[in-house]
């Protein structure tokens, strides 16, 4: 939906060092999210975007930072990678602010080892 | 801190039967509940619910929300195996830019 890529698909990484995920869309979207997904824990917000270079921390940012320098690229960065970070990370994009259903990429399986 | 919980965690049926998922929420400046459906893969999107009592229903699957008892649920007739997923809800806030999500519900439908 909404023609969102995430790239890579899966990574393998050693604790400590820095890791990017890429979130691309070609809708459009005005807003762009990360989340992570863990057993028990649902998805939980990273960091979210509303527009260039306007991002704004989620619940769990701790560790993450975000840059959006297009509309239709969104990137993730883990500075020091833990193995507390192992997990699925979904981005998300969503139109007007007049509308709420969020549209989910494909997911990105990250391990820290 | 907003917050959603969904009931039960986890659900084993045999085809045809109906099913009922809860989900409840307290969030500040509540927008809209929505309905996800995920399978091994990215969640995708279900139903929105903004106004209370009004049935949304495509095909087998219908909701309501309940928003003086701030909860929503998500029924299911005459199951089918395609159907097993996880069932996530989300609370919209922050003026409908931001969602909170619950645990999810994992159903399990047995030929």
């Known amino acids: 939906d909404a023609g969102i890529t995430q790239s890579p698909r899966h990574k393998v990484t050693e604790t400590g060092t820095p890791v990017t995920l890429r979130c691309h869309q070609t809708?459009?979207?005005?807003?762009m999210y990360w989340y992570r997904q863990d057993p028990g824990h649902g998805l939980r917000l990273i960091h979210y975007s509303y527009g260039v270079k306007d991002t704004d921390k989620g619940e769990v940012s701790d560790g993450y930072s975000v840059s959006r320098s297009k509309t239709e690229d969104f990137l993730l960065t883990l500075e020091s990678a833990t193995s507390s970070q192992t997990s699925v990370y979904f981005c998300?994009?969503?139109?007007?602010?007049?509308?709420?259903?969020?549209?989910f990429g494909p997911g990105t399986r990250l391990t820290v080892t | 801190e907003d917050k959603v919980v969904q009931s039960p965690l986890s659900l084993v049926v045999h085809e045809g039967d109906t099913v009922t998922l809860n989900c409840s929420y307290e969030v500040t400046n509540f927008r809209s509940l929505l309905w996800y459906k995920q399978e091994k893969k990215a969640p995708t999107f279900l139903f929105m619910l903004t106004s209370s009592g009004i049935e949304k229903k495509s095909g087998r699957l219908s909701s309501i929300l309940d928003k003086k008892e701030l909860f929503s649920i998500l029924n299911i007739t005459a199951t089918q195996t395609g159907d097993s997923a996880v069932y996530l809800c989300a609370a919209n806030n922050n003026a409908g830019n931001m969602l909170t999500f619950g645990g999810g519900t994992r159903l399990m439908v047995k030929p």
């Open positions: 809708e459009n979207h005005r807003y």
């Open positions: 998300a994009t969503k139109g007007a602010p007049e509308t709420y259903e969020q549209y």
